[in-house]
């Protein structure tokens, strides 16, 4: 331990900077997509019309059925040969990981939504609301203000799952520390260092969810 | 889409063995893991729940800490930085003679890893069956030991059953990242056939329809055991 070399940490801080920068960026649209399909999942399984809650719910199963590194995989196979060309590792990685975390969002806004009362949705109907605006102006978004904390703490895992880009070399903070750490033959230095930084971005996060928990609108 | 569809490469001569011992490792890590991650998430779990102030600091340190970072970074510290962080002789021992690196290294990160996960299921369980059943307990001369033996594990473990399970699905999900240190479990092992073969699609197919089958065996399984540990009155709790 006596050896431990921080120079190797300081010396390469704007290449790991712009890791971060990378897995910041891919988590912050995987949430977005993650969330926007999801939605559509849950919409879909709940909708009451069988071939859209069976394609929903077949989905969703199959996703959360198998790892998501066979899923990065499968993505950076199939989305050059579906376009015809290739797109770049960022890309592919971004439809891998909303299609990923779209079933695993889904599920979560799927329970949101089942927790607004069916009373609701009758007083959105009775007032003459049709099937949109009752999800729009009443359902989701007392869904959404319930599922705050659940979405921030999935947000969390995804941050932590984007690592796994390591599996195709996108330079991620992940991969970039590896990099480094090869480059500079300084393993333990910099593995230490990619885990405190991931543990106070991800531990930081989780005193947010807590304090939201506790907060008013809970 | 231009692709030359061909699926008896998976039953060619090489590709299926790398397949079925793709199977073989991808049980052996999970497998192990699990009864790493099940054994220290119980006793993680029962802590943090313990009165004792500095068990429970330590059990919910623990927690955070294995939680909070991602299982690809902990599966490299393990195999690359624990080795050189040893005193010497143990940290060649692990270099140059331990036997099966990859295997070990992998049951090891991924089952103390899964074990923070345990623990918090385990915690919440026993937190679910409420303060007035401990409260009796103590109030009718019990020890903890006693309160927890008698009242608190017997009911929070029938509880825990089903988000259980989905911790077993996850460690057989999570063991693919054994491939990030070199064992060929089985997603690297469709990896390897369709970088071989160029039969990309095949190859995916074969490991997403072998996971899917794990999983719905799991599932199974998962119902069976859940109709025998239900509690009357606890039903959809846990």
Known sequence: ?218 | MNYNWNWSVLWADPYLGWLISGVQWTFAVALAAWVIAFALGILIGVGRTLPSKPISFICTCYVELFRNVPLLVQMFIWYFAVPEIMPEDVGRWMKRDMPNPEYVTAVVALGLYTASRVAEQVRSGIQAVGSGLTSAAYANGLSTAQTYRYVLLPISFRLIVPPMTSEFLTIFKNSSLALTIGLLELTAQSQQIAEFTFQGFEAFTAATVIYVVIALFATMIAQTLERFTKIPGFVGKG
């Open chain 1, 1 to 218: 331990m006596g050896d431990f070399d921080y120079s190797v940490i300081w010396d390469n801080l704007p290449f790991l900077w712009q890791g971060l920068q990378l897995s910041l960026w891919l988590t912050f649209l995987a949430i977005i997509g993650g969330i926007v399909l999801g939605t559509g999942l849950a919409l879909m399984r709940l909708s009451g019309f069988l071939p859209l809650s069976l394609f929903a719910a077949t989905y969703v199963n199959l996703i959360r059925s198998v790892p998501l590194i066979l899923v990065i995989f499968w993505f950076y196979f199939l989305v050059p040969l579906a376009i015809g060309r290739p797109i770049g590792g960022f890309y592919s990685a971004l439809i891998a990981f909303v299609m990923f975390e779209a079933a695993y969002y889904s599920e979560i806004i799927r329970a949101g939504i089942q927790s607004v009362r069916q009373g609701q949705v009758h007083a959105g109907q009775a007032t003459g609301m049709n099937y949109w605006q009752v999800q729009r102006y009443i359902v989701l978004p007392q869904a959404f203000r319930n599922m705050i904390p659940i979405l921030v703490t999935q947000g969390i895992i995804l941050f932590q799952d984007t690592s796994l880009v390591f599996v195709v070399s996108l330079r991620d903070f992940m991969t970039v520390s590896s990099i480094v750490a090869r480059t500079e033959g300084r393993l333990v230095e910099m593995y230490i260092f990619a885990a405190i930084v991931y543990f106070i971005i991800c531990f930081a996060g989780s005193m947010f969810v807590r304090r939201l928990q506790k907060g008013p609108t809970a």
